[in-house]
């Protein structure tokens, strides 16, 4: 009797689970009509020249980090133009652009609008000649060489398809031009300055961010769970006692201390953290004096890190603690010089709904424009949009890589040996004009299946 019980709530399980399987598979399927589908890219190719000089323009003018002054306000010129409510100076530069369109879900679609100081060598006849000052107070080139001039034209881009296509979709479409992702301070930022208190701006049930990457124009991520890390940034300054170089016994040395940190922080990976996950603590800068023959009184580090959870992150920055306080013990420094250790900067893991994500690639085969589909993609880089969402409940979020150069760059390349024509942060990095026109339709078509009415 009991083996009877047994099997027959074991086939009432697998029935169950047969019916939610089917259930869920249904729910993933896109059903978006074709005559949507075509109307949309006939929409996106009629505006393409537009969206095209917009690109040019914002490349051409790049701004840094929490300075996108300019870059918002072409964002803010170009949403107002077509009836969006606008928000503005969000996290210093922020701008958010809303499109209320009767019942339906809230849509959130973002872009990056900073730019890198890196002085272009593409030779475009658009190219960045920009030099600043940046908020450190030093002069130095900048130009957009990530891409995210593009994927901020991404972002007009669809905002101009959704408003000429209102009849077509219903629901509420959220834009968001993020500043400073390079810090990985710029969606923070926008959330302390109220994204969703102070300025009422929609919680989103679907969240999606586009980035460029130097693929052929027709390639598209689109991986579910991981597909990056999570990352932060900690300066760490060691404070000693200045002195000439050839008496150090007067001396404190923060320089010698640094050092030791430098070999000693790589333990922290090695001896602190889990092999199963994933964590990265690269060291990008060494600050230390000006003078052959004097002993600083500062030492300066910062440090990168990158990890698969917040718990890894956390035993990260207990090892980082624990190994830089102990060095400063051994060379006796006083308790009121002990080092100074900050973080700045954070950016969730990247984890892409598997439920979105089929969803997209459902309706990403109803299209010719998407050729080259990569379902199986990881990355130990990092990035802070899903800090637009993170603690928020049952959001649905994708962060999706788009190629875009030419075929012919990169069959090129190819030919000459070269994995990839150029990379992100090189200073030959740019897209194609036919990558601006193909990352707008990919927006759009994500944007029209999730808010079809």
């Given at each position: ?48 020249e537009y969206v ?5 323009d914002i490349h ?252 890894t992150m956390n ?139």
């Open positions: 009797m009991k083996t009877t019980i047994k099997r027959n709530w074991l086939i009432g399980m697998m029935i169950i689970l047969m019916i939610f399987s089917a259930f869920t598979g249904m729910a993933q399927e896109s059903t978006l009509p074709k005559s949507v589908i075509d109307k949309m890219e006939k929409v996106v190719d009629a505006n393409a095209q000089d917009i690109y040019k051409e003018f790049a701004e840094l980090p929490f300075m996108e002054f300019r870059t918002a306000g072409v964002v803010e010129r170009e949403l107002k133009s077509l009836g969006f409510e606008v928000y503005t100076e969000i996290g210093i530069t922020g701008v958010v652009g809303i499109l209320r369109n009767g019942d339906g879900p809230v849509l959130m679609y973002r872009g990056d609008m900073d730019a890198l100081s890196i002085k272009e060598e593409t030779g475009l006849p658009y190219a960045s000649k920009q030099v600043v000052t940046n908020r450190e107070g030093e002069e130095v080139p900048v130009s957009h060489m990530c891409g995210h001039d593009a994927n901020t034209t991404f972002l007009i881009g669809l905002a101009h398809t959704m408003a000429e296509m209102k009849n077509d979709w219903s629901g509420t479409l959220v834009l968001v031009a993020q500043p400073a992702e390079e810090l990985v301070q710029g969606a923070q930022a926008m959330i302390d300055n109220g994204l969703y208190t102070k300025h009422n701006v929609p919680k989103p049930d679907y969240f999606l961010a586009q980035h460029t990457g130097p693929l052929p124009v027709g390639s598209m991520t689109a991986s579910a769970g991981r597909i990056m890390t999570g990352t932060t940034h900690m300066d760490v300054t060691f404070h000693g006692i200045g002195g000439h170089g050839s008496s150090p016994h007067h001396a404190k040395d923060p320089v010698v201390m640094a050092g030791m940190a430098i070999v000693q922080l790589q333990t922290v990976v090695s001896r602190y953290t889990d092999p199963n996950e994933v964590a990265v603590l690269t060291i990008g800068s060494v600050q230390a004096g000006k003078d052959y023959n004097v002993i600083p009184t500062e030492a300066h580090l910062k440090l990168k890190l990158h990890f698969s959870n917040e718990e035993k990260m920055i207990k090892g980082i603690h624990d190994i830089v306080n102990s060095i400063a013990l051994a060379n006796d420094v006083s308790e009121e010089m002990m080092p100074t250790i900050t973080q700045s900067g954070f950016g969730p893991a990247v984890y892409n709904d598997k439920d979105f994500i089929s969803r997209i690639r459902s309706v990403t085969e109803k299209v010719d424009f998407v050729n080259n589909r990569i379902d199986d993609f990881v990355s130990s880089g990092s990035e802070d949009a899903f800090a637009l969402i993170n603690g928020l409940d049952d959001v649905k979020g994708a962060y999706l890589f788009l190629g875009g150069v030419t075929a012919e760059e990169f069959a090129q390349a190819q030919k000459e040996g070269k994995e990839f024509p150029f990379f992100v942060h090189e200073p030959y990095y740019h897209v194609s004009m036919e990558g601006i026109t193909f990352g707008t339709k990919t927006a759009a078509l994500i944007a029209l299946d999730i808010l079809q009415k």
